[in-house]
């Protein structure tokens, strides 16, 4: 739905942007990227049947996979 504003599910095209944010104490739309560090989620909603992504900007997967690599997360 991010590149092409096409629902994979219903295939409707009434799609909205959700930007992510991030708000004291973790609070918000994100992923933990190290201590008191967080990486932004974005999401993509259908509005014909609700289906959503979420996404993480290219930039940030490096961060949140070396924080998931060293806790052992994967």
Known sequence: MKNTHICPKCQGSDIVFAKGEEQAYGIGNNVRA??????????????TCGYSEEWLDLQDVPRVKKYCEKKNRI
């Open 34 to 47: 190290g201590v008191f560090k967080q990486v932004i989620i974005n999401r993509y909603i259908c509005c």
